[in-house]
């Protein structure tokens, strides 16, 4: 036998190795929570729209393989039952055009496209959608490079709400070699299982708010105020984080997230009162850097 009949059979033992040890390990990472959830960073339950989004994201992509594999079937067949065979000479008939091959060509595409636009306009909508009286209304000011949260109306346990403003005004982080202490992160309490409304809005330059587990991110542009309504679910602390490019010290610009009980919520609330952050830190605190407004 030859080397490159041996290395045919070899080639040919190989591939199908292969193959099922793909298969095998795409079936069994199929069972991790992390595969269910499309691999994103949170759970089904961490707001009310959490599960929207990773539904959205986990059927889209199982529907993009089923076409990939219907598509990489169709080629392979086409390769397998087309292919020249021995001893045929010449070229075989050729074919200007196949009327209802084309049509299948484009319906086919573009009824996918319709679908898709058609789910991810509904979800985009219900995810965009405001409250028309949210439970809690924070005024989000993005900064080079830190965060002010103020919260502008809530209610307190007994459900009447609370006119009178506190705030929290974050400082940036001093660049000094030292580990970030998260303990002293600006951070942004929510009462969980209640309507939020965030109002984000730019001191100076774009910035983008983003908590990963929110599956939610949302631009913060100058002169522009963006809203971002949500309710918390599920009580923990989250990581948040500038994801706009804004400067030199972007990567430093952190926060954290806390979704606490309503008695919690109140107490942060009655410390800042009692700290005297009585009021909210406005527009007056914005800046222009491009025309030199301090």
């Known amino acids: 036998m030859s080397s490159q009949d041996r290395t045919g059979s070899r080639r040919a033992k190989f591939i199908p190795i292969t193959g099922l040890l793909i298969i095998g390990a795409l079936a069994l990472t199929g069972c991790t929570?992390?595969?269910k959830n499309g691999w994103l960073p949170s759970q089904r339950n961490v707001t009310n729209h959490t599960g929207r989004v990773i539904d959205l994201w986990v059927n889209s992509w199982i529907t993009v393989m089923i076409v990939g594999l219907i598509t990489?079937?169709?080629?392979?067949?086409c390769i397998i039952a087309y292919r020249r065979r021995k001893n045929t000479v010449g070229f075989p008939r050729q074919i200007s055009y196949n009327l209802p091959l084309e049509i299948f060509y484009v319906v086919i595409p573009l009824f996918m496209v319709m679908v898709f636009f058609y789910f991810t306009d509904v979800d985009q909508q219900s995810l965009d959608a405001r409250d028309p009286a949210p439970a809690v209304t924070i005024d989000v000011r993005g900064k080079q490079w830190s965060w002010d949260?103020?919260?502008?109306?809530?209610p307190d346990i007994s459900g009447n709400d609370i006119k009178e403003s506190v705030y929290e005004g974050g400082t940036q982080i001093h660049l000094d070699g030292s580990p970030v202490d998260q303990n002293t992160l600006p951070t942004l309490y929510l009462p969980v299982n209640k309507s939020v409304e965030l109002q984000l809005n730019s001191r100076d330059v774009i910035h983008s708010f983003w908590v990963?587990?929110?599956l939610r991110k949302l631009d913060?542009?100058?002169g522009k105020t963006n809203y971002l309504t949500l309710t918390p679910t599920a009580i923990g602390t989250y990581d948040g984080k500038c994801a706009e490019l804004c400067g030199e010290y972007h990567s430093e610009m952190l926060f954290r997230v806390k979704v606490v009980s309503e008695t919690d919520f109140q107490q942060h609330l009655a410390s800042l009162k009692t700290a005297g952050f009585t009021g909210t830190l406005d527009n007056k605190y914005d800046r222009n850097p491009n025309l030199n407004q301090k």
């Not at 990489?72 to 067949?77: A, P, T």
């Not at 949260?149 to 809530?154: A, D, G, P, Q």
Request: hydrophobic content about 55%; overall charge neutral; glycine content about 4%.
């Open 212 to 214: 990963p587990a929110f």
């Open 220 to 222: 913060i542009i100058p």
């Open 149 to 154: 949260f103020n919260y502008v109306s809530r």
């Open 33 to 35: 929570a992390e595969s």
């Open 72 to 77: 990489w079937g169709l080629m392979i067949w």
